[in-house]
């Protein structure tokens, strides 16, 4: 009984704690900087109930530390969270208008399900009991009629993937998806390949960054930016090559106009000139690479000369950069970019990109890049389990699907093996359901889709909304009625990432990290509720609730935590920590320091007094040798458009994410309509001025704007902003306002990602 | 001992982000269709070796020292603080818009729930009371603000300004603005 | 680059509308109209029973009055006015003008009263009697009062808009005394036009064709302040010239300078006297009459311009 009794008072009194801790971080942090301003003195200024949570932003996917005020429990104001350095306490303007979201009269926050046909807006508001019946009803149809894996989920990266392939996996379905193959799936790949996972960028340190297009001032990523600009004002060259100018272009000490879609051949040139002109690290590429000889001779054909007319970068050019980056090497950056598909040869592209690294030597020193230390490589560089890891509550095996996956990923000799299983080719549902993949078991018949937005985010977007049509359930997640929960059968509302308590995320960066996930800022507005419990939930309609082991996310968490009350209690209080101290494995100090710390860890350092890398680096790909005979890098020409056209290319800015917030009412008065980029000349030529309405058009599709005359654009090149023209007429704001690009990219997918291309060819007629 | 705050903006860190104005819309609760602050993206412009370039103009009340706006209110309801923030006091505003036209920098416009004129006050009643820095400087991702108390030598700002190359807009008009302008010198510039 | 930093409505409104034009047209009209009611008072052996003075101590008050309840409306806070009366300040033209105005506005009443003083022995307006009586008496004193602030006020409307130095083609010293200038030869001619009108039987004709030349003289004497004007912007700096230059070739503004106050105001009222001096003997008054509102018109024109232009271009 006493036994009995002290364990549960013991239980008790950790989750009352736990609710007294959560929400009210207002003594966190700086209190070890004796005198300093703490949040209680701002508290204590505020009339009224006042609340400052530390929290994780979602306006985007980079997940940015905030902290959010709420008071009388409206919610007020979003900062940064001030005990974040990588961030400094900042927020772009996205994060900023994250309370705006949550209160605004066009976001769904009851279920709906469709009365019309999919795409003509009628809607019944239903309960969720409802809405979950519906759904496992039509989910148990089509698994007793096709099979379990002819419904793909597609989830929003992190927490939303995980409750929702989770129950996918459940139900019986291996089809998983991501946005990754609309954009940073490639680059990914190549950092599995070549590196075995994607290294990370030290800016700040760096003397020499060459960019390709890789657009941190206005795609922000609030780190980059701030590190970029650090490098930038301590003397760093940077070195844009892009085919229009960003901001972050305009940034850079030289700007070169770069044509579109053919990266590869200037990549290619300049690595040649690094391996034929010796440029390249010696002694690193013997200690730590594989395959150099086979790399070399691959690329022997490409030289700067032979590539220059392609990438339309003269051949001294190419050279200098590489001998300048060299020279600056290992505190030299050749960035990997971040959004894919410049070209279908983007796999290629992406490793030469990586393998440059390599190839001078900049991994694992200052301002070069480095191995993200997750708490299992940092023990194992220890030599013990000091770190903790995060567990995931124990739940039933998976059925085993009968089929493989329609993208074949865990096949032998799959062209995407590269691809994680949660990242999946998600491309190619559109193509399953419409029964375009060769020899395919299956049909995908049924597509649930969470916090996703595949109609403005896939190319050939037409193709796409074709295909929701044939299929049997259409299921969405999201906060809004997007331009994907347009088409869709069921739209569930999830509840704003300031509404919701999520389970704690572990990663790592020089040393590993530990993250809230996000803490609930003000109770959900309407009816909408969370992933967790939606999934958990229709689980348990669906008779799964077997694999949904936990009371609700509190009780999640302690058991991703187990016993460690220190790791809970600081991830309540601030949002966020980490462990150890950050480590460097090729600089001296670095090494010292934490050996010191660790000294367990002695025997792993070096005669030279760092610390080996923990893998060979293949500059040559027995895996893709195998299924593609891509080991090497291959270069095969391609042209984008005809003679008689422009080329059309996009990219981001600053106050707008993708797919997701153009309808945001203060984002979208920034900017409602994005006017589309031409070079004065070709302008001229076409005797266009500033706001004339023009088409833009090819075989696959028209799409009308209005004319920006600007010198910063290549003469024979289109641009214009990502995220426009949405189709759903539920988002009045956005809807119809500007080029919805993806109606206008080619269908093809790229070898060995399936990633589409940002890049067309396009005529121009004015209206 | 009063303070004399002021700001800087700095060009070559400023991205155009427009985290400010959004902070400043969230934190003062600025009706949608007229703006404290905006940051003006200009350019493309060239530079003498070809390059391009953008400028980066913070578009807002620069908060002179000699403000004419205060000058031509014939209520007294625009004023200068103790701390060198022009503000207004919007009981005793009229509504003759003096204000609003007087101003060389373009930096009031009528509220439209008020009907009065309205402006950046550097967060004065918003966050400075509460001892925060201005919503626009708390939030600017790239650290392209600085606010402070120049009348404190230790105070960042007032080290920065003894550092860089700065200007006021118009200065040429004895204003005496408290936002000072680091230009830009990226583009063209060769390292 | 993409305007992606909102709307920027709120950097082109307009805070100043007709209403002020109209005010700043029908100060300067009062004003004029009581300075050249009391000179001609002064100079003319009739004294107040003259047509012409009997017309300005009439629109003197009247035009104030209206011109001030336009004040007023235009106010985005109407209902505050009276603060206007109770917080000054020195340094703002506006505060000045309102404590100008609050003496000169009782000067008009006063000037009204006393030039028809014998209006108010009986009637139902006898309750006026004393105040009319004592400012008959105090007639000079008021005289001498009406003068000064008359001048006061016609210049004050120019330097309202000559104080602000963000705009370059108000900005000007040239302002104040324009707007004095054409005030009075709009004043001028408001009297000669009331005066043939309402009290043609007190009208000495030689009187009126003298006023009506002074009025020339001050048509030039505008001609040569425009010219100034715009040739001192010219030579202000690369600011103000392009100014300048916008301002006399853009937007229908343009055409109401060239058009309305320049040519139907100044150049041809100067060219018809020329043209026709001699089917002016014919028939005098109408043609006097004519002209004195051709040269209203372009007053008026002139004040439009100047608020809206000043405002627009800058």
């Not at chain 1, 367990?600 to 895996?623: C, H, Q, W, Y």
């Not at chain 1, 600053?654 to 006017?675: K, M, P, S, Y």
């Not at chain 2, 007294?76 to 609003?100: M, T």
């Not at chain 3, 505008?222 to 001192?232: C, I, P, T």
């Amino acid at each position: 009984m006493n036994g009995h009794g002290s364990s549960l008072s013991k239980h008790w009194s950790r989750r009352k704690f736990l609710k007294m801790t959560s929400g009210t971080a207002l003594t966190a942090g700086m209190m070890n900087v004796p005198g300093l301003l703490r949040a209680d003195d701002i508290k204590s200024k505020y009339s009224g109930n006042v609340t400052m949570t530390p929290s994780v932003c979602e306006m985007c996917t980079s997940a940015c530390p905030i902290e959010a005020r709420v008071q009388d429990g409206k919610g007020e104001f979003i900062r940064g969270n001030p005990l974040d350095k990588g961030r400094g306490g900042k927020v772009c303007a996205r994060g900023g208008a994250g309370f705006n979201q949550l209160y605004d009269p066009q976001r769904l926050v009851r279920p709906i399900i469709r009365v019309g046909e999919r795409g003509e807006g009628k809607w019944r508001e239903v309960s969720w009991d409802e809405a979950y019946t519906f759904i496992a009803q039509k989910l148990e149809d089509i698994k007793q009629k096709y099979s379990a894996q002819s419904v793909a989920f597609t989830c929003r990266s992190g927490w939303t993937k995980n409750w929702f392939h989770h129950l996918a996996q459940a139900y019986g379905s291996n089809n998983l998806f991501g946005h990754e193959a609309t954009c940073p799936l490639a680059y990914e790949m190549a950092g599995v390949d070549v590196f075995g996972s994607v290294p990370s960028r030290d800016y700040s340190k760096s003397k020499y960054i060459i960019n390709m297009g890789h657009n941190i001032l206005e795609g922000i990523v609030i780190s980059y930016a701030r590190q970029y600009l650090e490098a930038i004002s301590n003397g760093a060259k940077v070195v844009c090559l892009e085919p229009r100018l960003s901001i972050t272009a305009a940034k850079a000490s030289e700007w070169h106009k770069i044509k579109p879609g053919q990266d590869l051949a200037f990549v290619l040139g300049f690595m040649n000139t690094l391996i034929f002109e010796n440029l390249y690290d010696k002694d690193f590429v013997e200690k730590y690479c594989e395959g150099f000889e086979e790399l070399k001779a691959s690329v022997s054909a490409y030289t700067p000369e032979a590539m220059a007319k392609d990438c339309d970068i003269d051949a001294e050019t190419i050279k200098r950069l590489a001998r300048e980056f060299a020279k600056a090497a290992p505190k030299a950056i050749f960035d990997y970019g971040h959004r894919c598909g410049y070209t279908l040869q983007e796999l290629e592209l992406r490793r030469a990109m990586m393998m440059i690294n390599a190839l001078v030597g900049n991994i694992e020193k200052d301002g070069g890049m480095y191995l993200n230390k997750s708490a299992s490589l940092y023990n194992s560089i220890i030599g013990e389990p000091k770190a903790p890891t995060l567990k995931k509550p124990a739940s039933p095996p998976y059925p085993k699907p009968a089929f493989p996956r329609i993208d074949k990923i865990g096949e032998e000799g799959c062209e995407y093996y590269l691809a994680g299983k949660g990242a999946g080719i998600g491309t190619l549902v559109a193509p399953s359901a419409l029964g375009e993949l060769p020899d395919q078991p299956y049909k995908i018949r049924g597509w649930f889709i969470a916090r996703n937005n595949p109609v403005m985010t896939q190319i050939n977007t037409q193709k796409v909304i074709d295909a929701m049509k044939a299929m049997e359930l259409v299921v969405v997640v999201d906060i809004q009625i997007s331009d994907t929960a347009w088409f869709a059968d069921v739209v569930l509302p999830d509840t704003t990432y300031l509404e919701r308590d999520e389970e704690f995320t572990a990663g790592g960066g020089k040393n590993p990290t530990y993250s809230v996930g996000r803490q609930k800022v003000v109770e959900p507005v309407g009816e909408s509720k969370p992933c967790w419990l939606i999934a958990k939930e229709l689980g348990e309609k669906m008779g799964l609730g077997a694999y949904f082991p936990y009371k609700d996310i509190e009780d999640y968490r302690m058991q991703q935590v187990g016993d460690n009350i220190e790791l809970i209690v600081d991830l309540k209080k601030k949002g966020q920590t980490s462990f150890g101290v950050p480590l460097m494995m090729r600089e001296k100090n670095s090494v010292r320091a934490f050996v010191e710390k660790y000294p367990t860890a002695k025997d792993k350092v070096n005669s030279e007094g760092l610390m080996d890398l923990p893998k060979k680096i293949r500059l040559f790909s027995k895996g893709l040798e195998e299924v593609s005979k891509t080991g090497g890098l291959v270069y095969k020409p391609d042209t984008i458009k005809a003679d008689d056209e422009l080329y059309y290319i996009n990219g981001k800015i600053a106050v707008r994410t993708n797919g997701h917030n153009g309808n945001n009412e203060w984002l979208n008065h920034l900017i409602g309509d994005a006017h589309i980029w031409i070079h004065p000349h070709t302008a001229e030529k076409m005797k266009l001025k500033n706001g004339d309405k023009i088409e833009i058009y090819n075989r696959y599709s028209t799409q009308r704007g209005k004319v920006l005359v600007t010198q910063g654009v290549r003469e024979d090149t289109l641009f214009s902003y990502f995220g426009f023209g949405t189709i759903s007429k539920a988002l009045k704001r956005a809807c119809g306002k500007g080029v919805n690009s993806n109606f206008l990219m080619p269908p093809q997918l790229g070898q060995n990602t399936g990633m589409g291309l940002n890049v067309v060819g396009v005529k121009v007629r004015k209206v | 001992m009063a303070k004399k705050y002021a700001m800087i903006h700095d060009n070559n860190l400023c991205i155009g982000c427009q985290a400010c104005s959004i902070a400043c819309r969230a934190e003062n609760k600025i009706p949608n269709e007229v703006y404290r602050i905006q940051v003006w993206i200009q350019g493309p412009n060239q530079h003498a070796d070809g390059s391009l370039n953008y400028d980066f103009h913070r578009q807002s009340c620069v908060h002179c020292e000699n403000p004419p706006c205060v000058k031509v209110c014939p209520t007294k309801a625009s004023y200068i603080n103790q701390d060198g923030i022009v503000l207004i006091d919007k009981k005793k505003c009229v509504g003759c818009l003096y204000c609003v036209e007087a101003c060389p920098y373009k930096a009031r416009y009528v509220d439209p729930v008020t009907q009065a004129p309205d402006k950046c006050t550097f967060c004065y009643e918003s966050r400075l009371s509460r001892g925060e820095q201005p919503a626009c400087v708390t939030v600017c991702p790239t650290d392209a603000l600085i606010f402070g108390d120049l009348n404190n030598p230790s105070d960042k700002i007032s080290q920065v300004i003894s550092r860089k190359i700065t200007y006021q807009q118009k200065e040429h008009l004895g204003t005496r603005p408290k936002m000072f302008i680091v230009p830009n010198t990226q583009g063209g510039k060769i390292r | 680059m993409n305007q992606l930093w909102g709307s920027m409505d709120q950097y082109h409104q307009i805070a100043w509308h007709w209403e002020i034009a109209v005010y700043l047209f029908l100060a300067g009209l009062s004003a004029g109209a009581a300075i050249s009611a009391v000179v001609v008072k002064k100079i003319s052996h009739h004294s107040e029973s003259n047509g012409l003075v009997k017309a300005g101590a009439v629109i003197a008050p009247i035009a104030i009055a209206a011109g001030l309840l336009l004040l007023i409306f235009d106010l985005t806070r109407p209902l505050n006015f009276w603060r206007l009366l109770v917080h000054y300040n020195f340094t703002s033209v506006m505060s000045v003008g309102v404590l100008a105005l609050f003496i000169y506005f009782p000067l008009t009443l006063l000037l009204f009263a006393a030039t028809f003083h014998e209006k108010f022995s009986s009637g139902m307006f006898a309750c006026f009697k004393p105040i009319a009586g004592l400012a008959k008496s105090l007639g000079k004193v008021i005289d001498a009062l009406v003068l000064l602030f008359g001048v006061i006020i016609g210049a004050y409307t120019g330097f309202l808009l000559s104080a602000m130095n963000s705009h370059s083609l108000l900005n000007t010293p040239v302002l104040p005394i324009l707007f004095l200038a054409s005030g009075l030869s709009s004043g001028i001619c408001a009297n000669i036009i009331v005066g043939m009108v309402w009290f043609h039987q007190d009208l000495n004709i030689n009187e009126v064709a003298s006023l009506d030349h002074t009025d020339k003289i001050i048509i030039y004497i505008e001609l040569l302040l425009l010219f100034a004007l715009f040739v001192g912007m010219f030579y202000q700096g690369q600011e103000a010239a392009a100014t300048a230059a916008q301002a006399l070739t853009h937007s229908a503004w343009a055409g109401v300078f060239w058009i309305g106050a320049v040519g139907v105001g100044l150049l041809l009222p100067l060219v018809l006297n020329f043209a026709f001096s001699s089917s002016f003997k014919s028939s005098p008054s109408k043609f006097i009459m004519f002209n004195a509102t051709l040269v209203i018109l372009g007053v008026l024109s002139l004040r439009f311009y100047i608020l809206y232009a000043g405002q627009m271009f800058s």
